[in-house]
């Protein structure tokens, strides 16, 4: 504006002084051909002229300097705020590419949807999801990735959202493009313009891995019930059996040993013997012999098993082969309980190699936490831990047991052979000391050949000084 008004100032400047510049020179002509008196009037006149013209190129000049002034001061504001746009433009976009990667990358299905159900939009992370894009999904209706059952319902929860603005659902069951899931569903209606039809934000969240994870965590919480209740049960036995066997030895004692009477009482003790060892399993997996703390190497009860088992081991054809450090840190976990723990797993890799086999033992000193979550306990932030291998190359667990293996009772042994609380006993003990015990079953081989036999691995947390 201001530039404008000073162009037109200098406009008319340089008109009036052009005007002047033309009177000027008829003024001359005049002079010249002027005498006497006029012409002392035409030269005082033409000094004035003069001087106006003078006042005039001096006004001009100021003028000229300000209309300078003013289109650069102009031009620096004009600048100044064409910066600050691009500026403002810059930060708009790049909160527009936040919001995008935000959107794209919550781990959630989230999409627009029209009124009729028609997709309008929808992230990233929802067309990975649906293995598809963008292109494809538009003017597709939701219900077409959805299974038989799930679309009708899912229509039923649309048109709920329609009405109320707003609708909140949790662990709803929907097949999504043919894979079975539990999600946590939430609608909202997005108002647009006044004469425009509201859109529809549809967020599905995959909630299908906590589902399974409160069911373990209820199944386990059943078990620990099961096992404070046989728990009790079996210390009510526990004396009453005590009882029966010193007798069943008095009468051993005392019946000659050819007779039927004594092959009789054999049995009762041997009997006797087994539940006692049900007992004592019970009793460990319920810790009501109480388990005790205390800083330990684990490979002084790891050497006092393998000791014990050698004998037993070369008998049955099993090779041993050990992978143990001389040295290793100590843990908190007790030694007679470590020393059951690797019994219990040694006696099954045992049991699972019949006809020989090899067993191989190793521990070794790791310094990485292994993922939670994925093991049977959990190693609560340990930085260094101790870790346990104990491989066969036996008959391996099949794959429908894997899950079963740690619960108390299970078996797949002879009765009179097998007591199903080896395993749950050590899962006890171990998470007692806030190790963790995972099983592998087949051993991968990789191109080794057949992949075959089961491998234990106890991770137990180093001790704090
Ligand atoms: N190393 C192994 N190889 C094959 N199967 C195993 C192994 N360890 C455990 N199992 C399976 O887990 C089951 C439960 O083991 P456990 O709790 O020790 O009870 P038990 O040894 O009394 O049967 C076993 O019956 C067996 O089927
Ligand atoms: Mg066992």
């Known amino acids: 504006m201001s530039r404008k008004l000073a162009f037109v100032f200098v406009g008319i400047m340089i008109a009036v002084m052009l005007v002047t510049f033309f009177l000027v020179q008829e003024l001359r002509h005049t002079i010249a051909s002027s005498a006497g008196p006029a012409l002392d009037v035409a030269v005082a006149i033409d000094s004035l002229i003069r001087k106006v013209v003078g006042l005039q190129t001096t006004v001009l000049f100021i003028i000229v300097l300000g209309a300078c002034h003013l289109i650069a001061t102009d031009r620096r504001r004009t600048k100044a705020i064409s910066a600050q746009i691009s500026n403002q433009t810059k930060k708009l976009l790049e909160s527009k590419e936040k919001c995008q990667t ?109 589902k399974l994870f409160e069911e373990k965590l209820l199944q386990a919480e059943k078990l620990v019930s099961l ?24 009468l051993l004692e005392k019946t000659p040993k050819a007779s039927e009477q004594h092959r009789v009482l054999s049995i009762i003790y041997k009997q006797s013997q087994q539940c006692k060892k049900i007992i004592e399993g019970l009793l460990n997996f319920t810790r009501l012999s109480g388990v005790e703390n205390g800083h330990s190497n684990v490979l002084v009860p790891l050497h006092t098993v393998i000791g ?6 070369s008998k049955k054809g099993i090779e041993l082969v050990l992978d143990l450090p001389e040295t290793l840190p100590q843990t908190k976990a007790n030694a007679t309980a470590m020393q059951q723990v690797f019994l219990n797993v040694i006696s099954n890799a045992m049991d699972a190699m019949p006809s020989g086999g090899t067993l191989r033992i190793s521990a070794a000193l790791r310094t990485k936490a292994p993922r939670q979550g994925d093991a049977h306990g959990t190693l609560p932030g340990t930085r260094q831990y101790i870790e346990i291998n104990i491989a066969d190359n036996g008959v391996g667990i099949p794959a429908e047991n894997m899950n079963k293996i740690f619960d108390p009772f299970f078996t797949t042994k002879p009765v009179g052979k097998g007591t199903g609380l080896g395993l749950s006993v050590t899962y006890g003990l171990v998470t007692e000391y806030n190790g963790t015990i995972t099983c592998q079953s087949p051993i991968m081989n990789g191109d080794q050949g057949e992949s075959r036999g089961t491998c234990m691995t106890i991770r137990l947390p180093v001790a704090e000084e």
């Open 102 to 210: 935000l959107f794209d990358n919550t781990d959630a299905l989230v999409f627009v949807l029209n009124t009729e159900g028609q997709y309008v939009t929808m992230n990233q992370y929802g067309l990975n999801y649906l293995n598809t894009s963008i292109k494809e999904i538009q003017h597709k209706y939701v219900e077409e990735h959805l299974g038989e059952k799930s679309a009708p319902r899912f229509r039923d929860d649309f048109r709920q959202a329609l009405e109320c603005g707003e609708l909140t659902k949790s662990m709803e069951y929907l097949v999504i493009k043919g894979k079975e899931c539990y999600v946590d569903l939430y609608m909202k209606v997005l108002k647009t313009g006044e004469n425009e039809d509201p859109s529809i934000l549809v967020i599905i969240r995959d909630v299908t891995q906590k």
């Open 227 to 250: 096992g404070v209740l046989s728990g009790g049960v079996a210390h009510e036995i526990n004396n009453p059996l005590g009882i029966i066997m010193g007798f069943c030895e008095l």
């Open 308 to 313: 014990m088992l050698r004998g037993f081991l």
